[in-house]
């Protein structure tokens, strides 16, 4: 029988360190840096999400996030939210999201919703309404009829 190593929540994880999961096809043990490649969504999941394990922050978390954009862009994008780099109007280099999410609500809006960018930055719910409700306030001509009735009905 072959040695397993579950999670152990109070242990950091460094690339090397042996992981044995439960996969389709029985209890998998490779090293996390072979489980990044693997399923990265599973570990982040189970790093973020669960808090079942622990990784070193250099070694293993950045990695996992650069190669959660490559294996699963969608994943990537709902975690990333407005921390996503974007290129925006009025400036040289990418910004995060937040910044004209915050500064300016109504360019922020025309870009997002107008410009069809909602592919590029996913808002949960709450940041809609917050922001479709601040634009209602500002510039209420500018919405679209499904977002005035998405505000009413929140």
């Given at each position: 029988m072959?040695?397993t190593f579950p999670?152990?929540?109070e242990?950091?994880y460094?690339s090397?360190?042996l992981?044995?999961?439960d996969?389709?096809?029985?209890p998998?043990t490779?090293?996390i840096?072979?489980?990044?490649n693997?399923?990265?969504?599973r570990?982040h999941r189970?790093?973020?999400k669960e808090?079942?394990?622990?990784?070193?922050?250099?070694e293993?978390?950045?990695?996992?996030v650069s190669k959660?954009?490559?294996?699963?862009y969608?994943?990537?994008?709902?975690?990333?939210g407005l921390?996503?780099l974007?290129?925006f109007?009025?400036?040289t280099?990418e910004i995060e999201a937040?910044?004209?999410?915050?500064?300016?609500?109504i360019?922020?809006?025309?870009w997002?919703r107008k410009?069809?960018?909602?592919?590029?930055?996913?808002l949960?719910?709450?940041?809609?309404?917050k922001?479709?409700?601040?634009?209602?306030?500002?510039e209420p001509?500018?919405m679209?009829?499904?977002?005035?009735?998405?505000?009413?009905?929140?």
């Open positions: 072959k040695e999670h152990d929540p242990k950091t460094y090397q360190d992981l044995t999961l996969c389709e096809d029985g998998k490779l090293k840096g072979e489980w990044l693997v399923d990265p969504v570990i189970m790093v973020v808090k079942a394990i622990k990784v070193d922050q250099m293993v978390f950045a990695p996992l959660l954009r490559r294996a699963d969608e994943y990537y994008k709902r975690i990333t921390k996503m974007i290129d109007p009025g400036y280099s937040k910044i004209p999410y915050d500064t300016d609500p360019a922020f809006y025309k997002w410009g069809k960018h909602e592919h590029v930055v996913y949960s719910p709450a940041y809609q309404f922001l479709f409700q601040k634009v209602s306030v500002m001509k500018i679209l009829k499904k977002d005035i009735e998405f505000v009413k009905n929140f």
